[in-house]
């Protein structure tokens, strides 16, 4: 089993900036991408940004040059820099990973999620 556990999240006001953390644990192994997904309320959920274990990332088209995503393998940790934050990135926040699968590993592993909530 792999745990993933948010840390990082609350109030900012509109412009200002959040870092929120992802700590992996378990059968970390398992572990292949990771990424950050937000859910907004009466939404779905959204990838906001992705990055693979030799570090290539993608950002969805509303986050480019505002948020930052990175990751240490060694320490299994995923984080990501919020910047000039808008009132639209209000959502509960969720680290994930993508697992290898197979008979030993899931094809997908989910954190609790954190608030981010930007206010005006």
């Known amino acids: 089993q792999v745990q993933l556990v948010e840390s990082g999240g609350g109030l900012v006001q509109a412009g200002g900036s959040l870092r929120l953390s992802c700590a992996a644990s378990g059968d970390t192994v398992c572990i292949s991408a990771m990424g950050w997904y937000r859910q907004a309320p009466g939404k779905e959920r959204e990838l906001v940004a992705a990055?693979?274990?030799?570090?290539?990332?993608n950002y969805a088209d509303s986050v480019k040059g505002r948020f930052a995503i990175s990751r240490d393998n060694a320490k299994n940790t995923l984080d990501l820099q919020m910047n000039s934050l808008k009132l639209e990135d209000t959502a509960v926040y969720y680290c994930?990973?993508?697992?290898?699968?197979?008979?030993?590993?899931?094809?997908?592993?989910w954190g609790q999620g954190t608030q981010v909530t930007v206010s005006s």
């Open positions: 990055i693979t274990s030799g570090g290539s990332r």
């Open positions: 994930g990973a993508e697992g290898y699968g197979g008979s030993y590993c899931q094809y997908d592993y």
